[in-house]
């Protein structure tokens, strides 16, 4: 029987989800349709489809396999499931992660403004920065595969009632898992620290705009400032899906703690949906597609026609 607190953030993980999908999918299909109306997609479009569509993935992954783990953790004696699971966990987490470094990236390299020469070198082959980012994706998926494999196999056992359980000391469990997030701990500190940098780089201009324009509201600085905020809340976000995976990992050690599994369901499925509305409000594309939308529901609502009796 689930407490009050419990069922209170399962009932915020399911809000989560819902409001995740519906933001992702809105930023997936207006990219869609501006590439198949202008017959192209540029890189950031294409970005932000990878984006929202690894997101509402990685969404669902996320609730199904906490809800399972709650309310039917028998289920995954069977072994077979536990293993598409991590399959797919790692298919969808670690592309998920590496379009949002992706993003990270590009704005950082077309926003920013470092005179340094390795950035400037970076700044004018920003097509063959992506292809590089590929490649790290592959290695990370390589890196990835064999440590699940070898973690499923060497530590399952089959008992009596030919069910499976993890039988894992926990310094062996956390080393796996280290090694096996390798590749996301590496594309998240990459991400982070762009973000750093072109908040650096955003608080320099906007201070400079500053001194030189006294006793003028200069729009440019409003739109640095709204820019620092939209990074510092996508730092935030994603360092506290991070803490929920991490929370989520932890409870295979202690599955008896069943509200501690809760709490990071419901923290790690926070930065994807969170995350898609902050993306919507900061790109004038998604904003005034959304106006558009809120505004075509508001009129649907005004002509509805009221039935006499």
Same mark, same amino acid.
């Given at each position: 029987?689930?407490? $009050?607190?419990?069922?209170?953030?399962?009932?915020?993980?399911?809000?989560?989800?819902?409001?995740?999908?519906? @933001?992702?999918?809105?930023?997936?299909?207006?990219?869609?349709?501006?590439?198949?109306?202008?017959?192209?997609?540029?890189?950031? +479009?294409?970005?932000?489809?990878?984006?929202?569509?690894?997101?509402?993935?990685?969404?669902?992954?996320?609730?199904?396999?906490?809800?399972?783990?709650?309310?039917?953790?028998?289920?995954?004696?069977?072994?077979?499931?536990?293993?598409?699971?991590?399959?797919?966990?790692?298919?969808?987490?670690? %592309?998920?992660?590496?379009?949002?470094?992706?993003?990270?990236?590009?704005?950082?390299?077309?926003?920013?403004?470092?005179?340094?020469?390795?950035?400037?070198?970076?700044?004018?082959?920003?097509?063959?920065?992506?292809?590089?980012?590929?490649?790290?994706?592959? $290695?990370?998926?390589?890196?990835?595969?064999?440590?699940?494999?070898?973690?499923?196999?060497?530590?399952?056992?089959?008992?009596?009632?030919?069910?499976?359980?993890?039988? $894992?000391?926990? %310094?062996?469990?956390?080393?796996?898992?280290? $090694?096996?997030?390798?590749?996301?701990?590496?594309?998240?500190?990459?991400?982070?620290?762009?973000?750093?940098?072109?908040?650096?780089?955003?608080?320099?201009?906007?201070?400079?705009?500053?001194?030189?324009?006294? @006793?003028?509201?200069?729009?440019?600085?409003?739109?640095?400032?709204?820019?620092?905020?939209?990074?510092?809340?996508?730092?935030?976000?994603?360092?506290?899906?991070?803490?929920?995976?991490?929370?989520?990992?932890?409870?295979?050690?202690?599955?008896?703690?069943?509200?501690?599994?809760?709490?990071?369901?419901?923290?790690?499925?926070?930065?994807?949906? +969170?995350? %898609?509305?902050?993306?919507?409000? @900061?790109?004038?594309?998604?904003?005034?597609?959304?106006?558009?939308?809120?505004?075509?529901?508001?009129?649907? @609502?005004?002509?509805?026609?009221?039935?006499?009796?």
């Amino acid at each position: 029987m689930l407490s $009050v607190v419990e069922g209170l953030f399962i009932f915020i993980a399911v809000i989560e989800s819902v409001l995740g999908t519906l @933001g992702n999918g809105f930023i997936g299909l207006v990219n869609c349709i501006d590439c198949v109306k202008n017959k192209k997609c540029s890189v950031i +479009g294409l970005i932000l489809i990878g984006l929202a569509t690894s997101r509402i993935f990685l969404i669902w992954i996320i609730i199904t396999d906490g809800f399972i783990r709650i309310f039917s953790p028998d289920i995954y004696s069977s072994g077979s499931l536990i293993e598409c699971v991590s399959y797919l966990w790692i298919i969808i987490n670690h %592309s998920s992660v590496w379009f949002a470094t992706n993003l990270s990236i590009f704005y950082f390299l077309r926003i920013a403004n470092f005179s340094h020469h390795i950035f400037l070198w970076l700044k004018h082959r920003i097509n063959k920065v992506f292809p590089l980012l590929i490649g790290l994706l592959l $290695v990370s998926w390589l890196l990835s595969f064999p440590q699940i494999v070898k973690l499923i196999n060497d530590y399952k056992v089959k008992n009596r009632n030919r069910t499976w359980h993890f039988m $894992v000391p926990t %310094s062996e469990y956390l080393a796996y898992e280290t $090694v096996l997030n390798l590749g996301v701990i590496f594309l998240f500190t990459l991400s982070v620290v762009t973000c750093f940098l072109l908040i650096i780089s955003l608080w320099r201009h906007n201070r400079h705009m500053q001194l030189n324009v006294l @006793g003028v509201r200069d729009p440019s600085s409003e739109a640095h400032v709204r820019a620092m905020k939209v990074l510092l809340s996508f730092i935030i976000l994603f360092t506290l899906n991070f803490i929920g995976i991490a929370i989520e990992i932890s409870c295979f050690i202690v599955p008896e703690k069943k509200w501690l599994m809760i709490f990071g369901m419901t923290t790690s499925a926070l930065y994807p949906w +969170g995350h %898609s509305f902050i993306l919507i409000l @900061g790109n004038s594309k998604l904003k005034q597609a959304s106006l558009k939308l809120l505004q075509i529901l508001k009129c649907c @609502g005004k002509e509805k026609p009221l039935r006499t009796p």
